[in-house]
C-alpha cells in the first residue's frame, strides 16, 4: 500500500477516507483534522488560554501535543482517581509526557485534595464507576479552568466516543442529551466553554499518531471501564464500520447537520433553569450539585 | 511469528508467512479495533508478516465515556 499523499510505502490505512499514509504524512492529516475542526466549529480563538484534560490515555495525550503543534497556549490538567495501580500509571505517563513539553501541567488529586476516590464514590452513590469518574471529571475541569483564568476546556474525545454515546443516546430517545451533544459547548451559566478537537479523527487514528510521535501512553484500559455499556456500543459500530468503511463518521457528521438543532431548544432550556450549588457555587438544576451529593455519600469532609 | 495481545496481556505462536489482515482474521480481530505494529512500527493489512516477526495487535478502544 502507498501513501496517497506522497506515494511512498504507506504504515497506516484509514479505510473510511479510502486512503493509506506514510508516517509523516499521517501526523499532517492528523493535524490538519484537528486545525479544520477548530475552524468550523470556531472552538478556539487567537489568543485564547486553553486547558487541556489529559489522562494519559492516547488521544488526550495527542490533542495536547497537536494543539501545541498548531500554536496554542495550552496547558494540561490531570486527574488522579484513586483507582487502584491504573491511577499512579496514568500519572506517570501523563508526567512524563508533560516533561517533554513547555506547557504546565496542573495536577488535582481525589484523595488527597477531596477526601474520596472513585471507587468508593460509586459504591457510595450507587452509581456505575464511569459515571462517577465523568462527573467528577466534569465538575473538577470546569472548576480549575474558572480558577485558572482559562478561556476553554478541550477534551480527548474523539469521533468514536462521540458516536458511541451518539447511539446510546437515539437507542433512548435522550433528547435533552442530544440536544448538547455538540462539538463546542459555549460557555455561559458559570461553565467555561468546551471544545472537542478530536471529532473527526477516530481512536484507532490516535492510537497510531501516538506510536508514530513516540507518545508513551497508558495503553492499559482503566479497571473500572470493563464490560460497560459504552464499549458495547463501539464494538457494535466497529462491526458496521467494518462492513461499511464512513458509516461511523456519516452517523455522527450527518446528526450534526441534519438533527442536532431539532434537540438544541431542550438542552438550552434545561441549562437556563440552573441555579448556584448551596455548597460549591455550581451550576445545579438542585439545591446541591451531584459533584458535592457524591462528595458527601463518599464520606468526605468538606 | 509470535502475536502479543493485551487486555488480557497474552502471546501466541502463529506460523508465518501470513498477511497481516490473514492474521486478524484467523484470531477473530476486527481491524477498525486494533493497530498492529511488528518491533515499532506501524504495519498495514496488506504486509506480509513472515516466521521471525514479533508482532503486537495492540487494542485501540477506551472505555471511558465521561
Keep these: 500500500m502507498k501513501c496517497r499523499r506522497c506515494r511512498?510505502?504507506?504504515?497506516?490505512?484509514?479505510?473510511?477516507?479510502?486512503?493509506?499514509?506514510?508516517?509523516?504524512?499521517?501526523?499532517r492529516h492528523c493535524r490538519e483534522q484537528v486545525r479544520r475542526a477548530i475552524e468550523d466549529h470556531r472552538m478556539i480563538a487567537e489568543g485564547e488560554r486553553v486547558l487541556v484534560a489529559v489522562s494519559g490515555g492516547k488521544d488526550s495525550l495527542a490533542l495536547?501535543?497537536?494543539?501545541?503543534?498548531?500554536?496554542?497556549?495550552?496547558?494540561?490538567?490531570?486527574?488522579?482517581?484513586?483507582?487502584?495501580?491504573?491511577?499512579?500509571?496514568?500519572?506517570?505517563?501523563?508526567?512524563?509526557?508533560?516533561?517533554?513539553?513547555?506547557?504546565?501541567?496542573?495536577?488535582?488529586?481525589?484523595?488527597?485534595?477531596?477526601?474520596?476516590?472513585?471507587?468508593?464514590?460509586?459504591?457510595?452513590?450507587?452509581?456505575?464507576?464511569?459515571?462517577?469518574?465523568?462527573?467528577?471529571?466534569?465538575?473538577?475541569?470546569?472548576?480549575?479552568?474558572?480558577?485558572?483564568?482559562?478561556?476553554?476546556?478541550?477534551?480527548?474525545?474523539?469521533?468514536?466516543?462521540?458516536?458511541?454515546?451518539?447511539?446510546?443516546?437515539?437507542?433512548?430517545?435522550n433528547t435533552e442529551y442530544l440536544g448538547r451533544q455538540l462539538p463546542v459547548l459555549p460557555a455561559g451559566n458559570g461553565f467555561v466553554r468546551k471544545v472537542k478537537p478530536l471529532v473527526r479523527l477516530g481512536e484507532r487514528e490516535m492510537a497510531a499518531y501516538c506510536v508514530l510521535r513516540g507518545i508513551d501512553y497508558i495503553v492499559e484500559e482503566c479497571p473500572m471501564a470493563e464490560g460497560n455499556r459504552h464499549l458495547g456500543y463501539k464494538e457494535a459500530l466497529n462491526a458496521i464500520e467494518e462492513r461499511s468503511p464512513g458509516a461511523k463518521a456519516a452517523f455522527y457528521s450527518e446528526f450534526l447537520d441534519k438533527a442536532a438543532h431539532l434537540f438544541a431548544p431542550g438542552a438550552a432550556a434545561a441549562r437556563a433553569d440552573l441555579r448556584s450549588c448551596g455548597q460549591c457555587g455550581a451550576a445545579t438544576p438542585g439545591e446541591v450539585c451531584a459533584f458535592c451529593r457524591l462528595r458527601a455519600r463518599a464520606g468526605a469532609s468538606s | 511469528m509470535k502475536v502479543l495481545l493485551r487486555n488480557p496481556r497474552r502471546e501466541l505462536d502463529v506460523p508465518g508467512p501470513l498477511p497481516v489482515h490473514a492474521l486478524l482474521e484467523r484470531l477473530e480481530v476486527n481491524r477498525e479495533s486494533v493497530l498492529v505494529i511488528r518491533g515499532d512500527t506501524l504495519v498495514t493489512g496488506d504486509a506480509v508478516l513472515d516466521d521471525a516477526d514479533v508482532v503486537e495487535i495492540r487494542s485501540v478502544i477506551s472505555g471511558g465515556s465521561g
Design chain 1, 8 to 27: 511512498g510505502p504507506a504504515v497506516i490505512e484509514v479505510r473510511r477516507h479510502n486512503a493509506g499514509f506514510c508516517g509523516s504524512c499521517f501526523l
Design chain 1, 64 to 173: 495536547w501535543d497537536i494543539l501545541e503543534a498548531l500554536g496554542y497556549e495550552a496547558d494540561g490538567l490531570y486527574l488522579g482517581l484513586g483507582i487502584g495501580e491504573y491511577s499512579p500509571s496514568s500519572a506517570a505517563h501523563t508526567r512524563a509526557f508533560a516533561r517533554r513539553r513547555a506547557g504546565r501541567l496542573v495536577e488535582i488529586d481525589l484523595p488527597t485534595d477531596l477526601g474520596f476516590d472513585i471507587p468508593t464514590g460509586s459504591r457510595a452513590a450507587n452509581r456505575v464507576p464511569c459515571s462517577a469518574c465523568g462527573l467528577s471529571k466534569r465538575h473538577l475541569f470546569n472548576q480549575a479552568a474558572t480558577e485558572g483564568g482559562y478561556d476553554v476546556v478541550a477534551t480527548g474525545h474523539n469521533l468514536d466516543d462521540e458516536a458511541a454515546v451518539l447511539l446510546g443516546n437515539v437507542l433512548r430517545w
